[in-house]
T-cell receptor
Framework: LAKTTQPISMDSYEGQEVNITCSHNNIATNDYITWYQQFPSQGPRFIIQGYKTKVTNEVASLFIPADRKSSTLSLPRVSLSDTAVYYCLVGDYAAGNKLTFGGGTRVLVKP | NAGVTQTPKFQVLKTGQSMTLQCAQDMNHNSMYWYRQDPGMGLRLIYYSASEGTTDKGEVPNGYNVSRLNKREFSLRLESAAPSQTSVYFC???????????????FGAGSRLTVL
């Protein structure tokens, strides 16, 4: 079962880049790494997914080293509206899609 | 498309009462999930259904039962509610099992349950 570990919280300022690292030492060969964002009183929503190297979309980048034992979500030039909890999720296909979340990282963006 | 729809949005129960949370998705997804989220905490998996006709226990299944009624619907039942089950419940679905994109979850808006 691929378990994830993230920092509990991070503070940043508007316009800065925020990098959140997730550790997943037991990741399996076929697992993908997916990141979600959750605002208060809402369900999490998908941000980005990757398997290896680097993936970029309109809101974030995901860096995955060759050993895939960690991944880093990068949010460029954050704004106040990026204040949220960010979760890293690693798919566990061996258990038939038993998708369990870690504790998440609470990001606070200050003016 | 509505995505994932949960009902009810809010519910107050007394200890010992029973109720069922309903979830439906219109994206033709194979897998469906129920999570609970206590205040200030992360998401914990209660039950999941990898495909129509199958259900499996998650991390915290005690006190709950589920039914995968058909491909669209996945309900969560509390037979005898306890104050410890006060939480926000999220239903989610994902496209398919065992392939790229399988763990891209789409979540509902949540059902806030209070047990007195």
């Amino acid at each position: 079962l691929a378990k994830t570990t993230q920092p509990i919280s991070m503070d940043s300022y508007e316009g800065q880049e925020v990098n959140i690292t997730c550790s997943h030492n037991n990741i399996a060969t076929n697992d993908y790494i997916t990141w979600y964002q959750q605002f208060p009183s809402q369900g999490p929503r998908f941000i980005i997914q990757g398997y290896k190297t680097k993936v970029t979309n309109e809101v974030a980048s995901l860096f995955i080293p060759a050993d895939r034992k960690s991944s880093t979500l990068s949010l460029p030039r954050v704004s106040l509206s990026d204040t949220a909890v960010y979760y890293c999720l690693v798919g566990d296909y061996a258990a038939g899609n038993k998708l369990t979340f870690g504790g998440g990282t609470r990001v606070l963006v200050k003016p | 498309n509505a995505g994932v729809t949960q009902t009810p949005k809010f519910q107050v129960l007394k200890t010992g009462q029973s109720m069922t949370l309903q979830c439906a998705q219109d994206m033709n997804h194979n897998s469906m999930y129920w999570y609970r989220q206590d205040p200030g905490m992360g998401l914990r998996l209660i039950y999941y259904s990898a495909s129509e006709g199958t259900t499996d226990k998650g991390e915290v299944p005690n006190g709950y039962n589920v039914s995968r009624l058909n491909k669209r619907e996945f309900s969560l039942r509390l037979e005898s509610a306890a104050p410890s089950q006060t939480s926000v419940y999220f239903c989610a679905s994902s496209p398919e099992g065992g392939a790229s994109g399988a763990n891209v979850l789409t979540f509902g808006a949540g059902s806030r349950l209070t047990v007195l």
